[in-house]
């Protein structure tokens, strides 16, 4: 079905990639990722670094045969190999006729709650408000009714200011069974530097216009008889709050250990939502604070260091959990090492926040410098 590549150019031809559960087919041409294709299209498609690093374009390939540009091992498993499962942004088609399967269109065959069909809509920030540092709550009204999964990521585009044409992806910071239809809350950290929040940090951007896309991704609550550890860095948090919060809504009674990474106190935000969380939840809730530079000599009293020591310590005796990673890819990475051996791969769930910086090393280490997305951390989920 694939083989793997990634010095040979074996095709010349194009080819047509269909996407199950999309009207619309596109046009590959010669030498051109499946994702690429995809984009050009206008067919929604979850996606982030475009450049093998966040796994985010995860599919299942169902007719056709591509090549792969580079080993995926990392985000795709042999057993997935062999089902079928292949990374878009590093596909390239190996027959005219290319089929795939994406998690949130059409008939995706995993667990858990029905997919829901990505919806692109015109769009305006209607409240901006400050959580902490560097850290914005940005509500955004929408012209069409959407519906999406606790963990799940939009696309916002602001095609009217230069330079921000290009998708930004942001984590749904609420819970579905507490939003409007036409609402849409995003938690998103300043990437000085970054051309989309510079823009937002600037000035009052309340009634600014934007385009909406979503929802993208699989990053989701997965019905599982197990406690759960949730580990978040930075704004990783507003997701998985949001599917905390609609496990509260569902009558989950679940015990929760809630890891929350930040540099000092004054970077942790979202302390009442979580007191709140924590007092309307049906198992037993423990919620650790990390903080990693802290100034010596202040009155902080909790943990310090880095989340992962934390786990080091708790790992084994968390073995029985069900893992929701979310954060910097440094941070999840390093988590999942930690728990490596300890929590089945089933039972390990994970979002990456790529940042430019995070794009830049894997492109500088050989992928290729085409990059979009990324920015700050709130799906998996912002950009800069």
């Known amino acids: 079905m694939f083989g793997f590549s990634s010095v040979r150019r074996r095709r010349r031809r194009g080819g047509t990639l269909h996407v199950l559960g999309s009207e619309r087919a596109a046009t590959i041409e010669p030498g051109e990722t499946l994702l690429s294709a995809a984009a050009r299209a206008n067919i929604p498609f979850p996606r982030m670094c475009n450049v093998g690093e966040c796994g985010t374009c995860k599919c299942r390939l169902t007719r056709g045969h591509v090549r792969l540009k580079k080993d995926i091992s990392r985000h795709v498993t042999p057993e997935e190999l062999s089902a079928g499962f292949v990374l878009a942004c590093q596909s390239l088609a190996e027959s005219e006729d290319v089929a795939v399967e994406v998690p949130g269109i059409g008939r995706e065959r ?95 951007r309340t009634g600014a216009r934007l385009c909406f896309s979503g929802p993208h991704g699989g990053f989701r609550y997965h019905e599982a008889e197990r406690p759960l550890l949730c580990v978040a860095g930075g704004t990783g948090l507003s997701p998985i709050s949001a599917i905390l919060e609609q496990g509260i809504s569902d009558g989950l009674a679940r015990d929760v250990t809630l890891v929350v990474g930040a540099r000092t106190r004054q970077d942790l935000y979202a302390l009442d939502a979580i007191a709140s969380i924590e007092a309307r939840w049906r198992g037993r809730f423990a919620f650790v604070p990390v903080l990693s530079q802290e100034p010596e000599g ?10 992962t020591d934390y786990l080091r310590e708790v790992a084994v005796a968390h073995a029985d959990r069900a893992a929701y990673l979310c954060g910097p890819p440094g941070m999840v990475d390093a988590a999942l090492d930690v728990l490596r051996g300890r929590i089945p791969p089933d039972h390990v769930h994970y979002d990456k926040f790529l940042d430019r910086g995070s794009i830049a090393l894997a492109t500088s280490a050989g992928a290729r410098a085409r990059t979009r997305r990324a920015e700050g951390e709130s799906s998996c989920s912002e950009m800069l």
Do not use: M, N
Not at 116 to 131: E, G, H
Not at 298 to 307: D, F, N
């Open 298 to 307: 202040s009155s902080w009293t909790g943990r310090k260091g880095h989340v």
């Open 110 to 204: 995993s667990a858990g709650p029905a997919p829901v069909q990505p919806v692109q809509t015109d769009a305006s920030i209607t409240r901006v408000t400050p959580l902490a540092p560097g850290i914005l709550a940005v509500e955004v009204g929408l012209a069409a009714e959407i519906r999406y999964v606790a963990g799940q990521y939009a696309q916002l585009t602001s095609p009217g200011v230069p330079g921000l044409g290009e998708p930004r992806c942001y984590s749904f910071a609420e819970a579905p069974a507490r939003a409007s239809p036409r609402t849409a809350l995003f938690h998103i950290r300043h990437v000085p530097g970054g051309a989309f929040t510079d823009w937002l940090f600037g000035a009052d």
